[in-house]
């Protein structure tokens, strides 16, 4: 089995797969404060609560967007799977060019989605992530990660209204009955739900207009499912697409090292 950790600075997206078929996957916060002992313990519950051994492990790979937890993780999976994990950046084959001017600078998420959605719908391809922020993703036919956008989540911008105004309310976000709010809570619902809806749409356009082409649009993050039916252009939900992606980065990797 492989455990695939995707590191964001909200949550941990975490999975289990055995060969391509994901057995298991779970959302643990992005705790920093925790040790890789803590860690070790979540993941050993959450694996035997799902019938899971961890001895059964024989393969790691990291995501990660938070520098700090990165050798956290490490050291948790040697510690409680034995598996020294690959880590995905510099000198890992990903098997997709990068034209970022500065491809470092990248984060590491991105790509790994990016190798996902085109090895599942080809290209020209546009990947949405709606996670603490939103991300666009722009892949050619070739394959190619040409670059993309990157815009405040949904919750940034709540929790900014609510921080920067000495009056208006912390407020679930969702989308609300009409575009015409009657109370403070309603307006506010409004102008996030209607307001981000149209952000995305109008980033996915004109990003098709550069691209000369009609991509498949593909969705993933914790938000997507939210928004999904507002924005007719997206053709598909993958929440576990970073996931799959980091197992795509791992076999290309383990068959490099084979040769």
Not at 8 to 36: C, E, M, P
Not at 111 to 126: M, N, Q, R, S, W
Request: charged share 25%.
């Amino acid at each position: 089995m492989l455990i695939t950790f995707d590191i964001g600075n909200t949550t941990t997206g975490v999975g289990v797969f055995q060969g391509k078929k994901i057995l298991a996957s779970w959302k643990i916060k992005s705790d920093r404060k925790k040790t890789a002992d803590e860690f070790g313990i979540i993941l050993s519950s959450l694996m035997s609560h799902a019938g899971l051994k961890g001895e059964k492990i024989r393969g790691a790979i990291i995501s990660s967007v938070v520098p700090p937890l990165t050798p956290i993780f490490q050291q948790a999976c040697e510690k409680f799977f034995g598996q020294k994990p690959l880590v995905v950046g510099p000198g890992l084959k990903t098997g997709i060019s990068i034209l970022y001017e500065n491809p470092a600078e990248v984060g590491s998420d991105r790509i790994v989605g990016a190798v996902a959605a085109f090895e599942k719908y080809g290209g020209p391809t546009l990947v949405v992530d709606f996670g603490t922020a939103t991300t666009f993703d722009a892949i050619s036919e070739k394959g190619e990660y040409l670059g993309g956008a990157i815009a405040p989540g949904v919750l940034i911008s709540a929790e900014a209204l609510y921080l920067k105004t000495a009056k208006l309310p912390r407020i679930e976000v969702r989308k609300p009955k009409t575009a015409i709010g009657r109370s403070t809570v309603t307006s506010m619902q409004s102008g996030l739900y209607f307001g981000y809806v149209g952000l995305v749409n109008n980033i996915i356009s004109e990003m098709s207009r550069e691209l000369k082409a009609k991509p498949k649009v593909i969705a993933t993050g914790g938000l997507a499912e939210m928004v999904v039916d507002d924005i007719k252009s997206i053709e598909a939900v993958e929440p576990h697409l970073v996931l799959e992606g980091l197992r795509i980065i791992y076999e290309k990797n383990r068959k490099t090292e084979k040769k």
